[in-house]
C-alpha cells in the first residue's frame, strides 16, 4: 500500500484549509478563495514527507534536515557528548521539509528538552536561548552524537518521537518542527566534514560527514 506523503502532524492543518475552502465557495464568498486555496497549497507543501534514498556507507553520516549549512566548525560540546565535537549547523526555510531524521543508526541514550525564546534560527544565540529539543545516541561501537532540534521566528512546536532506549537506523523519521527552524548535528571530533557553509542538504541522503576510521 502507498504511503502518503505528508507527515501526520500536518493533517489537522490541512483539512481545516480545506474546510475553509468549502465553507467561502458554500456562502458564495469566492473572492476568499483567492486567499485560502494559496493557503492550502501552501500548508500542503509545508507538511509534505517524501521518501528518501538512505546511502548504505556504514560510515556515511546523513543530514537530519533539509536546508542549507549555515556553520561548520570544531568546538567544545559540554551540553549533550560532553566531548569536543564538530558541529555542522542546518536551517530550515519555511519551504524546506521539515521531517527530521536520524543521521546515523543507534540507541537513544538521552532526550533534552529546553523551553526558551524564538530568535531567528540562523543567528548564533539561537543554539543557546531559544527553545530547543536534542536527541544524544550512541551507536555499537559507543561512539556518542547528538541532534538538537532549535524552533525559529516563526517555528512554534518541536515535534519529537524519540524516547531513551529507542534504537533507531539511519535516515529514520524522528520529529519535525512546524514553520522555520533549525537542526544542529554534533559528531565526535575525529569525524570528518563533507559539507561547507552555504551547501543545500536533505535529511536522510545527504551525507554531512563520515565517522573517523
Known sequence: MARFPVAREGYPFILAAFF????????????????????????VAFFRDPERAVP????????????????????RDDKFTRADALRICI???????????????GRVVDV?????????????????????????MEDRRGRRFAFN??????AR????????????????RFGMIRFGSRVDVYLPAGASPKVRVGDRVRAGSSIIGYWDA
Request: include cysteine.
Open 56 to 75: 548504505d556507507d556504514p560510515g556515511a553520516i546523513v543530514s537530519p534536515a533539509d536546508g542549507r549549512v549555515i556553520k561548520v566548525e570544531r568546538t
Open 91 to 105: 536551517f530550515m526555510n519555511v519551504f524546506n521539509v521539515h521531517v527530521n531524521r536520524v543521521p546515523a543508526p
Open 112 to 136: 533534552i528538552y529546553n523551553p526558551g525564546r524564538f530568535f531567528n534560527a540562523s543567528l548564533d544565540k539561537a543554539s543557546l536561548m531559544n527553545e530547543q529539543n536534542a536527541v544524544v
Open 20 to 43: 475553509c475552502i468549502i465553507v467561502v465557495w458554500a456562502l458564495g464568498l469566492l473572492w476568499l478563495e483567492a486567499f485560502f486555496v494559496p493557503l492550502a497549497v501552501f500548508v
Open 157 to 172: 512546536r518541536i515535534v519529537c518521537y524519540a524516547r531513551p532506549g529507542m534504537s533507531y537506523e539511519k535516515g529514520e
Open 149 to 154: 532540534q532549535i524552533a525559529g521566528l516563526v
